[in-house]
């Protein structure tokens, strides 16, 4: 009981007591401890010396093979530097290669694709002189003030007729000399005559008239002309050759008739007269119109008032109204 303290009184338990450690023992295990370091560490250091001995025995035999490697490899940078461009130092510079002929160009492509390898060459520039353009849709060249200055190009127009003027076309045979009823080749003044006939083939083919024609189609025209005067409720726009005669008369000119228009029962209308009815020029056919007629004696009855207001036996009426009335 004289072990257990006095805190430890009461219901608490004796806790054991403690067993002294001893200190010779542990003394000597120490002891050997630190003789086997000691061991441990004369043994690494006796490796590393024989590791460095090794290595320096290494380096010695291949240093000079080393050595002549970066030799050649220094050799060959100054070789590449003296070939190569120098830039300028903090600068960019720009190479800019460009072949002598398109021909190069192809040959080298060519060689590269048959052997298999690929070149990196930068696209050639473009040739200043652009050749011969072809010619734009529109031309505006053209001096305004003549006419027109747009003009309209169309290139498949254009190379149609340069097709076809390229083929080779024999030319026309020379035309014989044209030759007169008895004969004879035509002089100058009946060649131009026939000239003039031939001339009415550009106005809608309308013939051109001989002179001893002309009087009688003069009257026919003349009729045609007078029409504004048969109807009063037709007007009509007055012609330039109108009051001139026969020089009035145009060059090419033609006379055309109405075609008969069949009727469903054959009747006669104004279109489809019978041939009793019909006459023979165009002031008979007027003039036996009973409208036309009848318009024109009224017409004449005006025209005669007049020229009996005016004509014989009417001084004496001008006289007696001159007279003073008071």
Not at 39 to 49: I, L, T, V, Y
Not at 80 to 109: C, F, M, W
Request: charged share 35%.
């Amino acid at each position: 009981m004289s072990n257990i303290t006095l805190a430890d009184k009461g219901k608490a338990k004796a806790l054991p007591e403690v067993e002294p450690v001893d200190e010779t023992h542990n003394s000597g295990v120490s002891a050997s401890d630190s003789d086997s370091d000691s061991d441990s560490s004369s043994d690494s250091e006796s490796d590393s010396a024989d590791s460095d001995a090794s290595s320096e025995n290494e380096f010695d035999d291949t240093a000079p093979e080393y050595i002549e490697s970066l030799l050649e490899k220094a050799r060959q940078n100054i070789a590449s530097q003296r070939t190569a461009p120098n830039p300028t130092s903090g600068e960019e510079e720009e190479v800019i290669k460009l072949d002598s002929h398109p021909s190069e160009r192809y040959a080298s492509a060519t060689h590269s694709s048959c052997t298999g390898t690929t070149t990196d060459h930068s696209a050639p520039l473009p040739p200043l002189d652009p050749g011969k353009l072809p010619e734009p849709y529109i031309d505006l060249s053209k001096d305004p003030r003549k006419g027109s200055n747009v003009v309209v190009h169309d290139p498949d127009v254009e190379q149609a007729e340069k097709a076809t003027s390229s083929r080779a076309v024999p030319a026309e045979p020379i035309r014989p000399p044209e030759l007169s009823k008895d004969g004879k080749p035509l002089s100058k003044k009946e060649q131009k005559e026939l000239r003039k006939k031939e001339k009415g083939l550009g106005y809608f083919d309308l013939p051109t008239h001989s002179d001893a024609d002309l009087p009688r189609l003069y009257r026919e025209v003349e009729a045609l002309r007078l029409r504004n005067q048969l109807d009063p409720k037709r007007f009509y726009r007055k012609e330039e050759g109108e009051g001139k005669g026969i020089k009035g008369l145009p060059k090419q000119f033609a006379i055309g008739t109405i075609l008969p228009t069949n009727t469903p029962f054959g009747t006669q209308t104004q279109d489809n007269l019978p041939k009793s009815a019909r006459k023979r020029t165009i002031v008979d056919e007027l003039v036996d119109d009973a409208e036309a007629k009848s318009y024109a004696k009224k017409k004449f009855k005006e025209l005669q008032t007049v020229r009996g207001a005016r004509g014989r036996n009417t001084l004496h009426q001008k006289k007696a109204m001159r007279k003073a009335k008071w």
